[in-house]
Structures are given as structure tokens and as C-alpha cells.
């Protein structure tokens, strides 16, 4: 009985030494792990591991590191001509636009060679609440207009009911020349262009419209000035689209714009202090200066 306990007791004890041989080859693993970390960091670490304690450790491990696997990366090189890397531009794109042939009938009440007069009948015409504006033709006359209109009939029913009321009137009309605008750019900017030159084209239209409009809807002076600074954002973003324009047809349309946009600037300075009758007359002044304006822009841009 005594010899097999202490055969059992034997085989405990070297069962142990086992178990603790197999502990320091795991903290000596550890030790190694941790000094490759460490030495890692620096440049004669690096060099150390790779040459000592990388292929040591393998040993240990009881593998065989590959060359290969310890060799630096090699990255790879990009070759290709630096134009071959670059972006092509956008291409150009060229547009073309027609600033259409268009006529105006504008209700004449008086030509005088003599100014003084010319101003004292705009001057009556305007109390009524018509343009009153007058235009020095070629000839030295004086005429005064009280409105304008985009179509013949138009003029010829306003004419007949004037002088149904005792004023005499004829007709005076005039028919700027439609012009082809070419233009080259990018795609967005050749849009922004046109739409630019669109807009500041359709503003006789517009007034023309609103006049007529004033008059038949009996609107109020509040509503004209809605009109007019709706006019101006309108076109003040149209010459921004133009701005650093360098041909001719944009850098006339841009000035143009600009002057428009000066007069609704002393339009609405002034509105506050407007009667409805002087709101008409001031809208149909602006109208008819606008149409003869753009007139003179399509033959400068001839």
C-alpha cells in the first residue's frame, strides 16, 4: 500500500514539472512578442527584428519565414504622362440667338418744331394719365407720345376713342431689324447667355403689357411698384449672367439693362409720392422710352 501512494505522489510531481516547463516557453513567447513591438518603433529596431529576432522567433515557432515575407513592400509606380492624367475641358458649344424682328405703334398727339410747345402738351397729355413723352426725331421735331402698342389694331381702337374725345392723334410706328447673335462657351454658361439676352429682349413687351393692363384693371399704384421690382430682380440677375461680357450684342444688351434698372431705381423713389393717374403716366413714359431705347440698341448693334 505505501509504495503505490508514493508511486501516484511521484507521477503528480512530474506531471507538474511539466505544466511548468510549458509556462516559461509561453512568457518567453510573450517577452519576445512584446520586444518585437517595442524595438519596432524605432529604426534600429526595425533593423534589429528583422535580421535577429524575426528569424529567431520562427525557430521557436517551428516555421520557416519565407524571403519574401520580410522583404520591404515595393510600391508601385504610377507612369503614365502627366497629360494623360489631366481632365479635358469642357467643350465649347456655340449658340445662336435672334434678337427678333419686332414693330411698335406708338399714339402720336402732336409733332412742334418749337420745344416750349412739345412740352406743354406732354405736360397736358400726362394729367390724363398718358406717357406724355417726347422724342426729337431726326428732322428736329418735336413729338409727343402718349402710348405704344405691339400690334396695329391695338393702336388704331386707343386712336379712334381719343379722338372720339377731342383730341386729334396720328399713328407713328417703328420696326427695329431682327439680329443673329452666334456665341461659343460651355454648355451652362451658353444657357445662362440666352437666357440673359431673352430676358432683357422681352422687357418693352412686359411694359407694354402692364400698361395696357394698368388702364383695363383699373390697378393701383402699390401694384405697379410690385411690378417694377419684380422687373429689377429679373433683370439684375440677367447682368449678372453677362457680367465680363467682351462682344459687342452682350456689352450693348448689358447696358441697356443697366439703364432700365436706373430708371425703376427713380420709379420707385418716387412712387410713394404718385397719385394713379401720375403711376399711369409714369409707366407709359417709361414704356415708350424703353421700345425707342431698344430701337437705337439694334441698330448700334448693326
Not at 42 to 67: C, E, H, N, Q, W
Not at 182 to 194: I, V
Not at 271 to 289: L, N
Amino acid at each position: 500500500m505505501p509504495q503505490r501512494h508514493m508511486n501516484r505522489h511521484t507521477g503528480a510531481r512530474r506531471g507538474t514539472g511539466r505544466g511548468y516547463t510549458g509556462t516559461n516557453v509561453v512568457l518567453i513567447l510573450l517577452c519576445c512578442a512584446l520586444t518585437v513591438f517595442l524595438l519596432s518603433t524605432s529604426y534600429l529596431g526595425d533593423r534589429i527584428v528583422d535580421r535577429f529576432i524575426t528569424p529567431a522567433f520562427a525557430r521557436i515557432m517551428g516555421k520557416t519565414m519565407p524571403a519574401e515575407a520580410t522583404a520591404a513592400p515595393v510600391l508601385a509606380q504610377n507612369t503614365a504622362k502627366p497629360e494623360q492624367l489631366s481632365l479635358s475641358p469642357a467643350p465649347a458649344e456655340t449658340i445662336e440667338f435672334e434678337l427678333p424682328e419686332t414693330s411698335w405703334y406708338l399714339l402720336q398727339m402732336g409733332a412742334y418744331s418749337d420745344p416750349e410747345e412739345a412740352h406743354t402738351q406732354a405736360k397736358a397729355i400726362q394729367s390724363l394719365g398718358a406717357g406724355g413723352y417726347i422724342y426729337e426725331d431726326e428732322q428736329g421735331f418735336s413729338r409727343v407720345f402718349a402710348a405704344a402698342y405691339a400690334d396695329q389694331e391695338s393702336l388704331l381702337q386707343v386712336q379712334q376713342q381719343v379722338r372720339n374725345s377731342g383730341y386729334e392723334n396720328t399713328a407713328y410706328s417703328i420696326h427695329p431689324d431682327g439680329i443673329r447673335v452666334t456665341l461659343s462657351g460651355q454648355s451652362d454658361d451658353a444657357k445662362l447667355l440666352r437666357a440673359a439676352m431673352e430676358t432683357i429682349q422681352s422687357v418693352p413687351g412686359r411694359l407694354t403689357e402692364f400698361a395696357l393692363k394698368y388702364d383695363e384693371n383699373d390697378m393701383t399704384p402699390a401694384q405697379a411698384i410690385q411690378f417694377m421690382n419684380e422687373l429689377a430682380v429679373s433683370l439684375a440677375g440677367s447682368r449678372q449672367s453677362l457680367k465680363g461680357a467682351d462682344t459687342t450684342p452682350l456689352k450693348e444688351l448689358d447696358e441697356y439693362a443697366a439703364w432700365i434698372l436706373d430708371t425703376i431705381s427713380t420709379f420707385l423713389t418716387k412712387s410713394d409720392t404718385m397719385s394713379k393717374v401720375e403711376c399711369g403716366a409714369a409707366v407709359k413714359h417709361f414704356q415708350i422710352e424703353t421700345i425707342l431705347k431698344y430701337n437705337i440698341l439694334i441698330k448700334d448693334i448693326e
